[in-house]
């Protein structure tokens, strides 16, 4: 019965779709010949889309592993009693870098860093502050103050109090926080192409510049896989943290 769910899990499905047309896209180029004769070549050939995804994720990697990091120990500090009177300044900043373009991020940042993956990784780092800070904050704030009240009781530091009580109760939210992020860092890095970096978005830009349709469909229908196999592993895994008969609920 396990071995049939697993098989039948659209998780896998969509992780054998995703990397069979990233390694076997060349192997498609009969069919977008056939659909666009005009266009040569059929599928997009300067670098391999193997080579494009581990450029992407690495960049999506770094960008939101530090803004979870930064985002989450700002929340846990504006939580505490020392940082209460900093939360509306942290939110306010995080909102105003949500809605700054990352467009414009890239364009100051490639004076100061040059062209490449690091502008790209600025601008994805600030763009992904918001969702991780509210979530987090969010979560910290939800854990009740009777478990708190517990846990001082029973002799537990300030600091054991976050490890043990508040940080693995509101891990659930913060994961939440974490995989909103995550899902937007990988959409929104395919911009980095326009400044150099090697992403998933660089055929669609090549696409668009060289009025060659193929490679424009190429280079979304993997991002868009690639952005919905992460959600999906990020769901399982928040159902994993959740107490077990919240996860059956879910």
């Known amino acids: 019965m396990n ?28 069919l977008f010949e056939h ?8 599928v997009f050939d300067r670098d391999s889309f193997f080579a494009l995804w581990l450029s992407h994720a690495g960049m999506v990697l770094v960008a939101s592993g530090a803004a979870s990091l930064v985002g989450i120990g700002l929340a846990i500090f504006v939580t505490r009693p020392a940082g209460d009177d ?32 690091r502008p790209t990784i600025v601008a994805l780092f600030i763009y992904g502050l918001l969702p991780v800070i509210e979530n987090a904050i969010a979560g910290l704030d939800g854990v009740p103050a009777a478990v ?18 508040d940080l693995p109760l509101a891990a659930p939210l913060i994961l939440a926080g974490v995989r909103v992020s995550v899902t937007i860092a990988i959409g ?15 055929p669609i830009f090549d696409g668009l510049a060289a009025d060659k349709v193929p490679f424009v469909l190429q280079g979304a229908v993997l991002v868009a896989l690639f952005a ?3 959600d999906m592993l990020f769901g399982r895994l928040e159902n994993w943290l959740r107490p077990p008969g919240l996860a059956r609920a879910a």
Not at 151 to 164: K, P, T
């Open 228 to 230: 919905i196999l992460t």
């Open 188 to 202: 929104t890095a395919t911009i980095g192409s326009t400044v150099g970096a090697l992403t998933l978005g660089t």
């Open 148 to 165: 708190r009240d517990a846990a001082r009781g029973m002799g537990l530091s300030a600091w054991q109090i976050l490890r043990d009580v």
């Open 35 to 42: 659909a666009f004769p005009q266009v040569a070549p059929p």
């Open 86 to 117: 900093f939360r509306g300044l942290v939110g306010t900043l995080a909102t105003i870098g949500q809605t700054f373009p990352p467009a414009a991020v890239l364009a100051l940042a490639v004076p100061a860093l040059g062209f490449g993956p």
């Open 3 to 30: 071995w049939t769910r697993r098989v039948a899990s659209p998780v896998l499905w969509v992780a054998v779709l995703f990397f069979v047309l990233m390694l076997g896209m060349p192997q498609t180029a009969p």
